[in-house]
């Protein structure tokens, strides 16, 4: 069994930078694509950030410029660069991993438990 866990989040006022980290672990594994998703107080759950294998990435459009995703192939992680941090960005923000197990060969999206961000004004 594969699992992601998050950690880096917490209170910062707006105007500052946070740092999330997502780490995955298990046996007979691979990464796909990455992503981050953050899901607000009473609001569906949005993609933020994503990245592929070979480090291709996109953007929501109201991060684009503030945040940075980026990837550790080598230590199964991701990572979330947050700057510039807005009330707006306040949420849980989960870890999204397409991961390939194996033996047997399968595909299988696993998720983290989330990590709560909360942006001051």
């Known amino acids: 069994q594969v699992q992601l866990v998050e950690s880096g989040g917490g209170l910062v006022q707006a105007g500052g930078s946070l740092r999330l980290s997502c780490a995955a672990s298990?046996?007979?594994?691979?990464?796909?694509?990455m992503g981050w998703y953050r899901q607000a107080p009473g609001k569906q759950r949005e993609l933020v950030a994503h990245i592929t294998t070979s480090g291709n990435t996109n953007y929501a459009d109201s991060v684009k410029g503030r945040f940075t995703v980026s990837r550790d192939n080598a230590k199964n992680s991701m990572y979330l660069q947050m700057n510039s941090l807005r009330p707006e960005d306040t949420a849980v923000y989960y870890c999204?991993?397409?991961?390939?197990?194996?033996?047997?060969?399968?595909?299988?999206?696993?998720w983290g438990q989330g990590t709560l961000v909360t942006v001051s004004s």
């Open positions: 999204n991993a397409i991961v390939a197990i194996t033996v047997p060969l399968r595909y299988l999206e696993v």
């Open positions: 298990g046996s007979a594994f691979s990464i796909n694509n």
